[in-house]
C-alpha cells in the first residue's frame, strides 16, 4: 500500500509540473516578442522594428477593426503603438500618421489632422513627433513650421503643411522638409514652396525656405558614431539641395 500511495503521489506530482510548464508558456505565448509574427514591417534597424498589425478594439457598442501602426526594440515584449486607422475609414475628417524615419531606436514622423466636419472646415495641424521606442517618451512633438498668416477666429492653423522628407539621428534629433502650402497658394500657379527645419537640443530652426529646394535632397551623414547598443552619434549633418548647391548644417 505504501508502495503504490508513492506512487500516486509521484505521479501527481509530474501531472501538477506539467500543468504549470504548460501555464507558463501559455502566458509566454501571450506576449510574444516584437514584432509578431503576422506583422507587416515598414522599418528595420539592427535594434528596433516598425510595422503594421490588424487589431479588433471593443468599442462601446461594437468591435472595431483597426490598422494599427507601431514601434519595439527588437526581440524586446511589448510595443509603442505610433498610429491607428480605422477599417473602413470613416467619413469624417481625422487624424493621419506618415512619413515614419527610423535610427537605432528613435522614430520620427508626421501627425497631421483636419478639423471640422464634412461640412465646415475648422482648420489643420501638422506635427513632426520624434519618439525612443526603448521607452516610449516623446522626445519632440512641434509643428511643421510656421504658417504664412495667423489663423482667423476660431480656426485653428498648426504647422505650414504635409512633410515631403523626413531623417532622424540616433539621438533624437531630426530634419525635414514640408511643403508651405500658405506660401505656395500665394505664388503662380504651378509653384511650390518648401521650407527645411531642424530639431535637436539647441532646439527648433529654419533652416532654408524657397521655390528653388529639391524637396528629394535631403539626406543624413552620421560622420563618426559609435556602433555598439546604444546607438551614439557624433558630429551628425543633415544636408539639402538649394538653387542646386549643396547645403548643411550639424545636428547636436
Known amino acids: 500500500m505504501r508502495r503504490l500511495a508513492l506512487l500516486a503521489f ?5 501531472i501538477s509540473t506539467a500543468q504549470a510548464a504548460s501555464a507558463a508558456q501559455a502566458r509566454h505565448r501571450a506576449v510574444p516578442s516584437c514584432p509578431p509574427a503576422h506583422a507587416h514591417v515598414l ?7 516598425v510595422y503594421t498589425i490588424v487589431e479588433h478594439i471593443k468599442g462601446q457598442y461594437e468591435v472595431e477593426t483597426e490598422l494599427a501602426t507601431r514601434g519595439c526594440v527588437d526581440g524586446r515584449k ?4 505610433l498610429a491607428q486607422e480605422r477599417i473602413p475609414a470613416p467619413l469624417e475628417p481625422g487624424g493621419l500618421t506618415r512619413d515614419f524615419a527610423l535610427n537605432g531606436t528613435m522614430v520620427a514622423y508626421e501627425e497631421s ?6 461640412y465646415e472646415s475648422l482648420g489643420t495641424e501638422y506635427h513632426v513627433v520624434v519618439r525612443d521606442l526603448r521607452t516610449g517618451r516623446v522626445l519632440h512633438d512641434i509643428p511643421t513650421g510656421v504658417p504664412l498668416r495667423a489663423p482667423k ?12 522628407a523626413l531623417v532622424v539621428t540616433g539621438d533624437g534629433a531630426a530634419a525635414w522638409i514640408a511643403e508651405d502650402y500658405g506660401r505656395s497658394t500665394s505664388m503662380s500657379p504651378g509653384g511650390l514652396f518648401f521650407d527645411v527645419y531642424a530639431v535637436d537640443s539647441s532646439g527648433t530652426r529654419l533652416l532654408a525656405a524657397g521655390t528653388d529646394i529639391d524637396p528629394t535632397s535631403l ?34
Open 10 to 14: 509521484c505521479a501527481l506530482s509530474l
Open 43 to 49: 522599418l528595420a534597424d539592427p535594434h528596433a522594428v
Open 78 to 81: 511589448g510595443s509603442y503603438k
Open 113 to 118: 489632422a483636419a478639423l471640422g466636419d464634412r
Open 153 to 164: 477666429p476660431h480656426e485653428t492653423k498648426v504647422g505650414v503643411g504635409n512633410l515631403v
Open 219 to 252: 539626406a543624413l551623414s552620421a560622420g563618426t558614431m559609435n556602433l555598439t547598443y546604444p546607438q551614439v552619434v557624433a558630429g551628425t549633418t543633415v544636408y539639402w539641395t538649394e538653387a542646386g548647391k549643396a547645403s548643411s548644417t550639424p545636428l547636436y
